[in-house]
C-alpha cells in the first residue's frame, strides 16, 4: 500500500507538472523579443518626441496647465474638478514633476514626452500578446512613432499622451489575461491596476474598457465573468472621482460648461486618423470604401456558408497526449460541427449530433468482436 501511494503521489507530481508546462504552451507560442529590439523601439520614439520639445510656445491649454500646477495640491485638484474636461492622474504626475524640476518649458513637456516614448514598451508587449512576430510589430513600431497625432501629444502638457500609453498596455494588459491559464491571476490584478490609471487618466479609458468587454463576450466568453469583476473594481475605484464632479456639476447651474462648446462628431471626423496617418489623399475614400466592400464580402460569404466556431483540435490533443502515457486513446474534434446557427441541407438548426451515429457504430462494432481500435 506504501508503495502503491507513493507511486500514486509521484503520478501526481508528474501530472501536475505536466499540466504546468502544457499550460504554458501558450506563452511559449507568442514571439520572444530582445533587449535590443525594446531599446531600439525606444529610440526610434524618442526622436520625433524629444525634437518637438521647444519648437513651438505653449497654446492656451498649456497655459492653463502650467498655471493650475502653480497652485497647491487641494487647490489644484478643486480646479481640475471645475474644468470638468480631464481626470487628475496627469496633472497630479505634473505637479510633483514641477516641483522636482520647475517650470522650465522644456523640462515641463520632457514629462509628458517620456511618457510618450514609454509607450514602445507596452506597444511592444502588445504585438507580443496578439502574435504578431518581428515583421508586424516593427511596422507597428515604425507607424506609431512616426505618427504626427501621437507625436504631437506627446509633447502636449496635458493628459492625452498617457491616456494613449495607457490604452496600449491595458490592451496588451487584458490579452495576456484573457490567454492565461485558468489559476493565474497575477494578468488579471495587472488588468485592474492599468485600467484604473487608464480611467483617472482621460474619460475616454471607459471605451477602452468597453472595447475590451466586447471582446469577452464575443470571443473570449468564458473569461466575461473575471472581466466583469475587474471592471466592476475598476468603476468603484473610479467612483470618488465620479461623486466630486458630479456634485460641482449640480452645485452650479449651468453644468459641464467647461465642455459644452465642444461641437457634436460627424462622420468625417472619424477619418481624422486615417487623414493623419496617411495624408490628406484624395484616394483616401476610395480606398476605405474598398475595404469596407471587401470586409462585407468575406463577412458576406462566411455568414452564407454558416461558419461555425473554430475547431482547436491539435491543440486540445496535444494537450491530452500529455496525460494519457500508455493508455490507447483518440482524440475526436467536433467544436466546428456540433452546432448550426441554421439548417443547411440535412443538418437541422441547433445541435448536430456529429458523430453520435459513428460512435454508436463503432461501439457495436467492437461488442461484436470486430476489428474497431481494439487492435491500436
Keep these: 500500500m506504501t508503495t502503491s501511494g507513493g507511486h ?6 508528474g501530472a501536475e507538472e505536466r499540466c504546468r508546462t502544457v499550460a504554458a504552451d501558450g506563452e511559449a507560442d507568442r514571439p520572444r523579443f530582445s ?4 531599446l531600439l523601439a525606444l529610440a526610434v520614439f524618442a526622436v520625433p518626441r524629444l525634437a518637438m520639445l521647444t519648437r513651438y510656445p505653449p497654446w492656451q491649454d498649456e497655459l492653463w496647465t502650467l498655471d493650475v500646477l502653480a497652485r497647491d495640491f487641494p487647490t489644484m485638484l478643486r480646479w481640475i474638478v471645475a474644468d470638468q474636461t480631464h481626470p487628475p492622474l496627469f496633472y497630479a504626475m505634473a505637479w510633483v514633476w514641477q516641483r522636482v524640476g520647475g517650470d ?3 523640462w515641463m513637456r520632457l514629462l509628458p514626452a517620456l511618457i510618450g516614448i514609454a509607450a514602445a514598451v507596452p506597444l511592444v508587449a502588445l504585438c507580443r500578446a496578439a502574435r504578431l512576430g518581428a515583421l508586424g510589430t516593427w511596422l507597428a513600431v515604425l507607424l506609431a512613432a512616426a505618427s504626427p497625432w501621437l507625436v504631437f501629444y ?6 492625452t499622451g498617457l491616456y494613449a500609453t495607457l490604452a496600449v498596455a491595458s490592451l496588451a494588459a487584458w490579452l495576456r489575461a484573457r490567454d492565461s491559464a485558468t489559476n493565474d491571476r497575477a494578468p488579471w490584478r495587472l488588468l485592474l491596476v492599468v485600467n484604473v490609471a487608464m480611467v483617472y487618466s482621460h474619460y475616454f479609458g471607459w471605451l477602452v474598457v468597453a472595447a475590451e468587454g466586447a471582446d469577452a463576450l464575443v470571443a473570449a466568453r468564458r473569461r466575461l465573468p473575471r472581466f466583469v469583476r475587474i471592471a466592476a473594481w ?4 473610479f467612483a470618488p472621482w465620479v461623486v466630486l464632479v458630479v456634485r460641482r456639476a449640480i452645485r452650479f447651474p449651468r453644468g459641464l460648461e467647461m465642455v459644452a462648446w465642444i461641437p457634436r462628431p460627424t462622420l468625417g471626423d472619424f477619418l481624422d486618423p486615417y487623414r493623419a496617418a496617411f495624408g490628406a489623399s ?5 480606398d476605405l470604401a474598398l475595404v469596407v466592400l471587401a470586409g462585407g464580402a468575406i ?3 462566411l455568414a452564407r456558408e454558416g461558419g461555425g466556431r473554430e475547431a482547436g483540435s491539435i491543440t486540445a490533443a496535444f494537450f491530452l497526449k500529455e496525460f494519457v502515457e500508455d493508455t490507447p ?3 475526436l474534434d467536433m467544436a466546428g460541427v456540433d452546432f448550426y446557427e441554421k439548417e443547411k441541407g440535412v443538418i437541422v438548426k441547433g445541435a448536430s449530433g456529429i458523430p453520435v451515429r459513428t460512435l454508436v457504430n463503432l461501439a457495436l462494432d467492437l461488442a461484436n468482436g470486430g476489428v474497431g481500435l481494439a487492435a491500436g
Excluded at 506627446?154 to 493628459?159: H, I, N, Q, T
Excluded at 484624395?282 to 476610395?286: N, Q, R
Aim: glycine share 6%; aromatic share 12%.
Design 8 to 13: 500514486a503521489d509521484r503520478s501526481a507530481d
Design 104 to 106: 522650465a518649458l522644456w
Design 234 to 237: 475598476t468603476a468603484l475605484a
Design 154 to 159: 506627446s509633447a502636449e502638457l496635458r493628459g
Design 299 to 301: 463577412a458576406w460569404r
Design 282 to 286: 484624395p484616394w483616401l475614400g476610395v
Design 35 to 38: 533587449s535590443a529590439l525594446l
Design 329 to 331: 486513446w483518440v482524440h
